[in-house]
């Protein structure tokens, strides 16, 4: 169980890591496979780009993260390309990071002036929704094209 200062910690983490080439190892275990997109919305107007929906499995922790653009729409990615393994995920969505265009001194003088910007405070993406234990969005992956919309509320 994760604690609610540390979820968010972790996704944003795992948000960033998913903008790297190669990241996430390096094939996929065996198995069927489909690829998921969608549209992320809160109270039906697309959420801000640059937010990650997550998708993670309990038994085996396997994880898809597909960044959101700016009409609110993703495209899932799982290790090393857009083959998702099916199952069924536990899905959170996490909001951007507002520092992410900041080079590394403007952080740190930012982080020093406690004037960092909190993902935290990104309405458009209510806490509820950042963890994938509390969100209680569910999906199961499906062999071939799949389609999962996420409307927040909250």
Do not use: H, W
Not at 23 to 40: D, E, N, Y
Not at 68 to 76: I, M, Q, S, T, W
Not at 112 to 129: I, N
Request: net charge negative.
């Amino acid at each position: 169980m994760m604690y609610p200062g540390k979820s968010i910690s972790f996704l944003m983490l795992i948000a960033f890591l998913a903008v790297l080439p190669g990241c996430g190892g390096s094939s996929l275990p065996p198995g069927a496979t489909g690829t998921v997109r969608g549209k992320v919305t809160y109270n039906g107007e697309p959420v801000p780009e640059g937010c990650a929906v997550v998708f993670m499995r309990d038994d085996d922790g396997l994880m898809g993260i597909g960044a959101v653009g700016a009409n609110g729409e993703y495209l899932l990615r799982m290790r090393d390309g857009l083959k998702i393994v099916v199952g069924v995920y536990r899905v959170c969505v996490t909001p951007p990071n507002p520092a992410a265009n900041l080079d590394q001194d403007e952080i740190m003088k930012l982080g020093q002036e406690g004037k960092l910007p909190d993902p935290a405070t990104v309405k458009e993406v209510p806490t509820k929704y950042r963890s994938p234990e509390e969100s209680n969005l569910i999906y199961d992956v499906q062999p071939g094209s799949n389609t999962f919309d996420i409307d927040m509320k909250d």
